[in-house]
């Protein structure tokens, strides 16, 4: 069983930048996809950024040259980087991960973050 472990948001004013942290239990970032997903209060969870195994990213248009998404294999982690963060980007962000291996999709519990004008 996978264990994802997000790090803790916090709230950044407008403008700001935070780095989330993902860490995965086990040897297994390098053989799957991993993704940032966020949900909003009172919305449905979307898409944020993901990160291949060979390092090929993508991410929603509305993150898209404010985050930035990056995966340190040797340390099973992954990162987001957000900068410019507008009070839109409050939300629970989660860690998604798909294990290339068996197709087992894992979530992490979440982080709140909150952006204040």
């Known amino acids: 069983q996978v264990q994802l472990v997000e790090s803790e948001g916090g709230l950044v004013q407008h403008g700001g930048s935070l780095r989330l942290s993902c860490a995965a239990s086990?040897?297994?970032?390098?053989?799957?996809?991993i993704a940032w997903y966020r949900q909003a209060p009172g919305k449905q969870r979307e898409f944020v950024a993901s990160?291949?195994?060979?390092?090929?990213?993508n991410y929603a248009d509305v993150v898209k040259g404010r985050f930035t998404i990056s995966r340190e294999n040797a340390k099973n982690t992954v990162y987001l980087q957000t900068d410019s963060l507008k009070p839109e980007d409050t939300a629970v962000y989660y860690c998604?991960?798909?294990?290339?291996?068996?197709?087992?999709?894992?979530w992490g519990k979440g982080t709140l973050v909150t952006v204040f004008s």
């Open positions: 998604h991960l798909l294990n290339y291996r068996d197709g087992m999709n894992y």
């Open positions: 086990g040897s297994i970032v390098s053989r799957s996809a």
């Open positions: 990160i291949t195994s060979t390092g090929s990213t």
